[in-house]
């Protein structure tokens, strides 16, 4: 390959003044974005398209939000969502989606909490493997925002300060397991780590990622401002600038000539581009799905049934003698309350939007069910109240929308502007227009307003409290029906005090996808039972949360958030992390511990359906680490009949348990003794707990 084409593999094939132009009207939706394609080589390169809930290029299907989908707690049908997009994104000319988005939520007022599945390591870890290995059946995963990307209105220029054991321990077991799945691709964040921008950290992305895990894939920087200076992104190990040709090709010519870049270097990061389109090539070999996968009826049945599975019961109460849920299908006067019941609201409208144009609301699927069930915006509170009181059961939908959280777009910042060049290459520009006229055709949904090109506001929340006229909305309608059931759709976390305590029913719902409406109803009038648990704690009070800045420009990331800061800090969650309630009971007993043959910890027992109606329980095991906080290490979703009894089994590596020693930059292999708590939810009284000694015969090669 000569110089040129070496360096052509380096960025994206799009040019980059036009290219923005054609991204801000709606082109992110209508076209793959091409980079290392060289026809007169044979080298097809890679075509990116994005895809957290479902293709954004075509009108594809949009499943549920990724925390709607950790909610679930369900690898396989993530694996099989992962799947069906992966055959649509494909049918529509991608061959890589930057679908898996797994940084942690370390605290709810992040605006793209909706993309990630939760804020526990181990959890998104095994969610967004699971992901992957759907994916990879069809197109190329790439695993994003690596890494400490948990701010969004300052990540083009924040700074994350994070110590190596809770970097390792905290941030980064969840890309090191999707690693472990020989995932194609990692996109590296815009912030910088540790003084030094993520797309030029030679720590994360040579040390860490090559060196220490042996990553063998693709590194591709964040989109536009994913790198600052050319000659450090390649030094670092960064290989392939997205989507544009625009900082590297402005200065790495000049770099080569200076030797501040030695071509040995290009020719490397050109050899593990091209090794990873080899290594994947037998995916390309077989053809595309046919154009007609894309939002087929399949797909949008796997929609239904993976927002009914994302469903959080988190209060279910008796009135006169029967708990408010499920609704009974005889009940003719029935009231949904709400701004938000009968609006399609799918979420965010940044990188992850999907155009679907065949979205139903809630109120849509409660009246399939209920046909004369009457819907009321909740504006005229005096409307409310008369008609709250007047019928059996009252629905109250509040939440958020692209309104008030997402992933935020539009940077002000000078400096960042002054990256562009000067100029588009004309031939770039005539050759990225010729592939743009030969895309499938997109339609622009009914559903988008109020967005510039179909993106949204964005942003990390202001606060964790509903709109004070939701809240209103609550209180009006809970004060004269005592069969009061509240819907909250959101993202993240939301403050449920006091609001909470005058209601008999509760569920999380997230953004639910296509058929958000039919999912819930399924919950409803229970033709599904609740089996999901919460992916994030609930706190009783915004204080009770670790400090947030949404401007910041320097920040720390210590080692206490989520279920176990709240532990930490003697604080008492509204709903704890793992949560979930279910129309069946459940009992587990019988649970025992062995370490097998093979150094792996294996947690057995039996879990018992005590109820009358078949339901799913998730088994979670939650190990106490001497001189650390507690941990998630294991979790199994387990289905059971009424009356019925099935044995389990989770097996824990032990690495899980590992330290990581920063004197070495290794890990310290388990020994001594361990608590792990096998219950329902992270703070479950009644967990059983298990006793654990690892001795120094445990295979010392484990975690080398």
Request: charged share 25%; aromatic share 10%; glycine share 8%.
């Amino acid at each position: 390959m000569s110089e040129e084409d070496l360096l052509w593999c380096l960025d994206g094939d799009s040019p980059a003044l036009a290219g923005l132009r054609f991204l801000a009207n709606g082109g992110y939706h209508k076209a793959p974005f091409l980079a290392g394609n060289i026809d007169k080589l044979g080298i097809p390169g890679i075509a990116f398209a994005d895809g957290p809930r479902g293709a954004v290029i075509g009108n594809g299907t949009c499943f549920p939000v990724a925390i709607a989908r950790g909610a679930t707690w369900n690898p396989e049908l993530e694996e099989r969502i992962g799947e069906a997009i992966g055959k649509e994104l494909r049918s529509a000319g991608a061959t890589i989606t930057g679908a898996i988005c797994v940084n942690l939520i370390r605290h709810p007022a992040w605006g793209r909490a909706q993309e990630s599945y939760g804020e526990d390591p181990f959890h998104v870890g095994e969610m967004g493997a699971a992901m992957c290995r759907g994916l990879q059946k069809n197109v190329m995963a790439c695993v994003k925002h690596f890494a400490c990307n948990s701010m969004e209105n300052s990540r083009f220029k924040v700074n994350i300060e994070v110590d190596e054991v809770t970097l390792h321990e905290l941030y980064l077991p969840q890309f090191k397991r999707i690693v472990q799945e020989k995932v194609a691709s990692v996109m590296t964040a815009y912030n910088s780590l540790n003084s030094k921008w993520c797309g030029e950290n030679s720590e994360l992305l040579t040390e860490i990622l090559r060196n220490e895990w042996g990553f063998n894939g693709i590194v591709i920087s964040d989109w536009i401002f994913g790198i600052r200076d050319a000659e450090k992104s390649v030094n670092a190990g960064l290989n392939i600038e997205m989507p544009y040709r625009m900082i590297r090709m402005t200065h790495l010519k000049q770099a080569l000539s200076n030797n501040t870049v030695d071509i040995s270097r290009v020719r490397q990061l050109v050899s593990e581009f091209l090794a990873t389109l080899l290594r994947h090539s037998l995916i390309f070999t077989k053809p595309a799905p046919d154009i007609t996968t894309i939002g087929c009826y399949e797909h949008r049945q796997l929609a239904r049934e993976s927002a009914s599975a994302s469903v959080v019961l988190l209060k279910n109460e008796l009135v006169d003698t029967e708990p408010v849920l499920p609704i009974s299908l005889e009940i003719s006067d029935l009231v949904v309350f709400g701004r938000l019941a009968d609006s399609i609201n799918l979420g965010d409208r940044g990188s992850s939007d999907v155009w679907d144009t065949d979205c139903s609301t809630i109120f849509e699927g409660i009246k399939e069910r209920i046909p004369s069930v009457i819907f009321n915006d909740g504006r005229n509170l005096f409307e409310v109240e008369k008609l709250a009181a007047s019928t059996n059961v009252a629905i109250v939908v509040v939440g958020y929308n692209f309104e008030d959280e997402g992933e935020f777009i539009f940077p002000e910042d000078p400096s960042l502007t002054a990256l562009f060049p000067k100029e588009d290459e004309p031939t770039t520009i005539k050759n990225w227009k010729q592939f743009n006229e030969n895309q499938i055709s997109t339609k622009t949904p009914d559903h988008l307003y109020n967005s510039e090109g179909g993106f949204g506001i964005g942003g990390d929340r202001d606060s964790l409290l509903l709109h004070q006229f939701d809240i209103d909305l609550i209180e009006t309608v809970a004060k004269v029906n005592k069969r009061t059931i509240v819907v909250v759709q959101s993202g993240g976390a939301v403050i449920m005090r006091p609001w909470v305590d005058k209601v008999s029913g509760l569920i999380q719902a997230f953004y639910g996808g296509c058929r958000a409406g039919q999912g819930l109803a399924d919950i409803l009038f229970g033709q599904v039972n609740p089996s999901a648990k919460l992916p994030y704690s609930i706190a009783s009070d915004q204080k009770d949360y670790p400090y947030f800045k949404k401007d910041s420009s320097n920040f720390i990331y210590d080692d206490s958030h989520g279920w176990w800061h709240l532990i930490k800090t003697k604080k008492e969650p509204t709903f704890s992390f793992g949560f979930g309630l279910s129309y069946t009971s459940f009992e587990i007993k019988e649970v025992k511990l062995a370490l097998t043959k093979s150094n792996l910890i294996e947690i057995t027992g039996i879990l018992k359906n005590t109820g009358k109606k078949d339901g799913a329980e998730v088994i979670q095991v939650y190990a106490q680490i001497p001189e650390r906080h507690p941990r998630l290490v294991g979790f199994k979703r387990l289905e059971v009949k009424a009356g019925t009894q099935t044995n389990f089994k989770i097996m824990v590596q032990p690495e899980v348990l590992a330290k990581r020693n920063p004197k070495t930059h290794s890990w310290d292999q388990p020994r001594g003794s361990y608590v792990l708590n096998v219950g329902r939810y992270a703070t479950d009284p009644n967990a059983f707990q298990l006793k654990l000694t690892i001795d120094d015969d445990l295979n010392s090669g484990l975690f080398d």
